[in-house]
């Protein structure tokens, strides 16, 4: 596979808008579809399997979060280098790193696979779960964990064609493994009444069928850039781990969220608690999918002009991707505002449940972060794509840990549960704030190098 010279003159001419709506347009479909995926999964069990399987699945989304950090670290940084290195006109070294990233994600997933299957019980009990959510947590993770590997080789190998310029190729494999992870999530959830471990096992053959198709090109020798060939470089993979060390800390930071609320709610309100933030969670998840589709689509886009010493067109990409996130947001905002309890209705089986009553309260304080976090997310990734990891980190510790410790901290003591929905949305506006400190610093270098 090569970079064409139409391809080269698009990425570097064609109108932003066109731009952007080739590479971030497949890739928000895509994670629309992941979208509801997890939308299917978690009404398919709030009410097939009530309330507690719910909250037994949040227990382990930290868990299953940190190995995907790992993934995410060399998968978005091999994939910044990669798309650098074409920009730069420099095939041999984008072939390294892409070598080198697919081997350094074989290791990671293979400790990871072993690491759960010897210490799953301790670990789901480590992250919270009680004797009410633990069969529901054990059961998901052991369906889990067989699919790993497959599962992280997957995003690795989407990634992959993207910075190899197949957006729309991605967007179809990736749509595709979506649609069986639903069908085979109602199979055996409610066909064959496999529980937890049903939709776990659902998502994981999904996405190594979607491994095989993707892996059609990523693997294919006969291809200008393959996984396959190259050689395995540690100078690579450590700048592929510091570029990608800020979208592993986002996802970090996503997983550290779930956690610290998780173990407040439990505190505060018990299972329903849990139950109800998993409800918030699923919507917020929605959101942002939108928001993480564009900034996904965006940094193959990014970082070839940026390597390619294109420093305004890279500020205009930025600018538009901005007013459209900022766009989206607010939408979402005033949609959760006016049908938000329908949107929860949607998990549990009665509106006179407590955990309902709970979750459709807290919403509409959660919506207020959907004002902060698109711009956020995509400043994150921006900087990642520019190689500026060093910011990144800065804002996803940040949003993700520091002003959340201390707003779920300091919140809760005036306002009891509300003070917990409003922490996270508290944290992201306190992040824009610096944020948009640090985008300033880097317009100002930029212009100077233009």
Not at 36 to 57: K, R, T
Not at 96 to 112: C, H, L, N, Q, Y
Not at 166 to 175: A, C, E, N
Request: charged share 10%.
């Amino acid at each position: 596979m090569k970079i064409t010279s139409d391809n080269k003159h698009f990425l570097e001419q064609a109108p932003v808008s066109r731009v952007f709506l080739k590479y971030a347009l497949p890739s928000i479909v895509t994670m629309v579809f992941f979208g509801l995926q997890s939308l299917v999964d978690g009404i398919v069990v709030g009410n097939h399997l009530g309330p507690d399987a719910l909250g037994g699945i949040n227990i382990i989304l930290p868990l299953f979060s940190i190995i995907m950090v790992l993934a995410l670290i060399v998968g978005i940084g091999s994939q910044t280098l990669v798309s650098m290195e074409l920009g730069r006109r420099n095939p041999e070294k984008a072939q390294d790193a892409m070598s080198t990233g697919f081997k350094a994600m074989v290791g990671i997933s293979a400790m990871a696979t072993v690491l759960l299957l010897l210490f799953a019980e301790p670990l789901i009990r480590l992250m919270g779960a009680d004797e009410r959510l633990l069969p529901f947590s054990l059961a998901y993770l052991t369906g889990l964990t067989p699919f790993i590997l497959p599962l992280s080789l997957c995003f690795y190998s989407d990634a992959m064609l993207k910075a190899l310029g197949h957006p729309r190729f991605s967007m179809v494999i990736m749509s595709l493994t979506v649609v069986i992870n639903v069908l085979l999530s109602l199979y055996f959830v409610i066909g064959l009444d496999w529980g937890t471990a049903g939709a776990s096992t659902a998502t994981g053959v999904a996405f190594t069928v979607g491994l095989l198709i993707s892996g059609s090109i990523t693997f294919n020798p006969k291809q200008r850039l393959s996984m396959l060939k190259g050689r395995f470089r540690l100078p690579l993979l450590l700048r592929a781990a510091y570029n990608g060390s800020s979208e592993g800390v986002s996802e970090m930071a996503a997983a550290a969220t779930i956690l610290i609320i998780n173990l407040t709610v439990v505190r505060l309100l018990g299972a329903d608690g849990v139950a109800a933030f998993t409800a918030i969670n699923y919507i917020n998840f929605m959101g942002v999918l939108l928001f993480l589709g564009i900034s996904d689509g965006l940094i193959p886009v990014l970082s070839y002009n940026y390597g390619a010493r294109n420093y305004e067109r890279v500020k205009r990409f930025f600018r538009f991707a901005a007013v459209v996130n900022t766009s989206i947001g607010t939408v979402i905002f005033i949609l959760l505002q006016v049908f938000g309890g329908h949107a929860i209705l949607l998990f549990f089986d009665s509106s006179e449940s407590q955990a309902f009553q709970i979750a459709a309260e807290g919403l509409h304080l959660f919506a207020f972060v959907f004002l902060a976090n698109g711009l956020n997310m995509l400043i994150i990734a921006s900087f990642t794509a520019l190689g500026e990891a060093k910011n990144s980190l800065v804002i996803s510790v940040l949003r993700g840990l520091v002003f959340l410790l201390i707003g779920v901290t300091v919140l809760p003591v005036f306002f009891g549960i509300h003070g917990v929905w409003l922490a996270i949305p508290l944290a992201e506006v306190l992040s824009l704030g610096v944020a948009f400190l640090l985008v300033r610093r880097i317009y100002k270098r930029l212009s100077g190098e233009v």
